[in-house]
């Protein structure tokens, strides 16, 4: 019998690590990254002298915020509605993450938003000192948020298909785990807020069916097939599913590193999401999951943040080696906010 609590913090977890481990390497080419850190890439944290700590980013942020406003949709009441996870919970936490990174809020919003110092025992994001650090906030991100309007998938605020709305949707799978296709319409309206193109929010509805999938028990092959099926009820979804069909194609005959070059390099939606779930498929362990994740050209930290989601979903805490989890910066706060989201 496995044990849904473990999954649910290795998730959590898992892409903090993948997150921490590329946010380093985030803008240098595959060339340069083996030219500092060697033929195998970077294996390691990048410790900060001063907190002997890993950092995290803008990621691992918005996920807690997106795990937070969670808990606010639980705590007012307004899960009842598929349509209230976003609207009351998700968007105004995304509203104090905004201003962690600003220090103001948009336009037409006053500060009755971040007075929401608790809910019912538990305490704020807000109190928490560590998240008003900006580490590379999305410019997608930030810009959409200024605009004090909330988008959807049926009124877009652009037409960014980024991968600003997929990293940060792992918890929706989590708390919506019993009811996959649920997960998906959530987490692609959660989306939806910042990135507006069609395959911005539906490849973050795939990934958060795909960690629901994943924690309760699928195999990988079960949960893409799963996955890809109700994809393709969506005319938009084409792009998702080609993606992640050659991802999974690649991932049983490919080189690792050719494999995952081949897949892009992970600034836009799909290709983020193939790129994880190739690295996912390929791993043997953890750890090397996380490391083909992150070592490329290309979007490192997101990458493997969506890794280290897939991996902690599929196989729980036993996989994750005390080395990753003890110099992670958060990780008290991660694993927290992880258990608050099961024990609801």
Known sequence: MYDIGSRFQATMLGGAIGDALGYPIEFMSQPDIKSNYGSEGLTHYILVPKSGKALISDDTQMSLFTADGLLWSYYLGSYRGLESYAEKG????????YYTQTKELPEGKDDSILK???YEKHGSL???DRLYDRR???????????????GSMDEPLNQSKGCGGVMRVAPIGLFLHEDPLQAFYVASEAAAITHGHPTGFLAA????MLIAELVNGKSMEDALQLVISHLSQYPEGQETVDALLAAEQLSSSQNEVEGIAVLGEG????????????????????????CLAVNHGGDSDSIGAVCGNLLGARWGMEA???????????????LNMADRLYRL
Do not use: H, N
């Open 205 to 208: 509805g795939a990934l958060a």
């Open 320 to 334: 994750i080696g005390e080395k990753w989890m003890e110099e992670l910066e958060c990780r008290d706060l991660i």
């Open 116 to 118: 929401r110092q608790s």
């Open 136 to 150: 590379a906030p999305g410019t997608t991100c930030l810009s959409a948020l200024s605009t004090g309007k909330m």
């Open 267 to 290: 600034w836009i939606a799909e290709e983020a999401l193939a790129m994880a779930w190739y690295a996912a498929r390929k791993a043997e362990t953890f750890e090397q999951g996380v």
């Open 126 to 128: 807000m109190e928490e």
């Open 90 to 97: 998700i968007y105004p936490s995304y509203l104090r993450w």
